[in-house]
Nanobody, 123 residues
Framework: VQLVESGGGSVQAGGSLRLSCAASGYSSGDYCMGWFRQAPGKEREGVARINRYAGTTYAQSVKGRFTISRDNAKNTLYLQMDSLKPEDTAMYYC??????????????????WGQGTQVTVSS
């Protein structure tokens, strides 16, 4: 399984970015996948998840601003990030599991991780 993120970059507060995560050796439409982020000096935290049935969950800090989606035909996971804030600055990681439902899953349930893509939001 290989996960390759792209789409990170630098943007001013209020701007938008769209992250992509291309999966190979893995059927992204069959399982729970998620986006996580880690800021310098902080623990990695969950941002958004999508289950096999396209149900989504979001961290409270990004709810209403970020949208997770998936294109099963392209085997690609996305994270649309709007109204970005400086506190969104972090390395963003795509993660994949081998379970269908995301509810109650911890980071340890995600056995596959991408290399990360940096998002920097300036004020």
């Amino acid at each position: 399984v290989q996960l390759v993120e792209s789409g990170g970059g630098s943007v001013q507060a209020g701007g938008s970015l769209r992250l992509s995560c291309a999966a190979s050796g893995y059927s992204s439409g069959d399982y729970c996948m998620g986006w996580f982020r880690q800021a310098p000096g902080k623990e990695r935290e969950g941002v958004a998840r999508i289950n096999r049935y396209a149900g989504t969950t979001y961290a409270q800090s990004v709810k209403g601003r970020f949208t997770i989606s998936r294109d099963n035909a392209k085997n690609t996971l996305y994270l649309q990030m709007d109204s970005l804030k400086p506190e969104d600055t972090a390395m963003y990681y795509c993660a994949a599991s081998l379970v269908s439902w995301c509810n109650g899953r911890t980071q340890g349930d995600f056995g596959y991780w991408g290399q990360g893509t940096q998002v920097t939001v300036s004020s």
